[in-house]
């Protein structure tokens, strides 16, 4: 006598349907991107994963968010320079500029994924271009609405970019000393005289300094 032996494979994981509560299944899918981007950086996240993560179907995070560089920049958030810091006379916006980037990185957890996307952008090219495209949006465009896109503006804010990002880098990953062991308030102080400096001080090579007319602080 001959048994056959049906081998069958184990029930699959349910899953709600997409219908069920689409905005928690949504809150679900940025929750499970943000624990495994910080995790395992940009580049070592997809998009199946996630899916996984957030028990839902593959096809409903494309549907939610696109694609990955969408979700990312959700999950994460997007920084600008605050329209607040950018409006008033020019003579004070070094300290407003420092403040909000020094407020903004002393705040953040160490488990944001900004910080992996950073440490990615070093090796891989797709994170590389993703930090690029944002920190044009979220500095370059900005600094030249205020220190204009002709004559010495566009050196200005060029100085005033490689200041903030020597400012991250220096502080925040490396932590080189004594700038990583410096009280914020101190740091801070010492990061607006040089953003001042680059945006209206005489520099080598560089005409006179831009000047702006006082604007309202905005709400």
């Not at 205020?146 to 566009?154: E, H, K, M, Q, T």
């Amino acid at each position: 006598m001959v048994r056959l032996v049906v081998m069958t494979s184990a029930p699959a994981r349910p899953r709600r349907p997409s219908s069920h509560d689409p905005e928690g299944r949504r809150a679900d899918v940025l929750a499970a991107a943000k624990r495994l981007f910080a995790q395992h950086g940009y580049a070592q996240t997809s998009i199946r994963a996630i899916a996984e993560e957030a028990d839902v179907n593959h096809a409903l995070v494309v549907t939610y968010f696109g694609g990955k560089e969408a979700l990312f920049m959700e999950a994460v958030g997007r920084f600008r320079i605050p329209q607040r810091s950018l409006d008033g006379d020019i003579d004070h916006l070094g300290a407003r500029i420092a403040h909000s980037y020094v407020e903004r990185w002393e705040t953040m957890a160490q488990d944001d994924p900004w910080w992996a996307l950073v440490r990615s952008s070093f090796s891989h090219e797709a994170s590389f271009e993703l930090l690029r495209s944002e920190l044009e949006a979220q500095q370059t465009v900005p600094l030249r609405a205020v220190l204009g896109d002709a004559g010495d503006g566009p050196r200005r804010s060029a100085m005033v970019e490689c200041l903030i990002a020597g400012m991250i880098i220096a502080r925040y990953f490396y932590r080189l000393e004594p700038a990583g062991s410096l009280p914020s308030s101190t740091f801070e102080t010492a990061f607006a005289a040089s953003l001042q400096a680059a945006m209206s001080g005489p520099l080598p090579g560089l005409g006179a300094p831009p000047r702006l007319s006082s604007r309202p602080e905005a709400g």
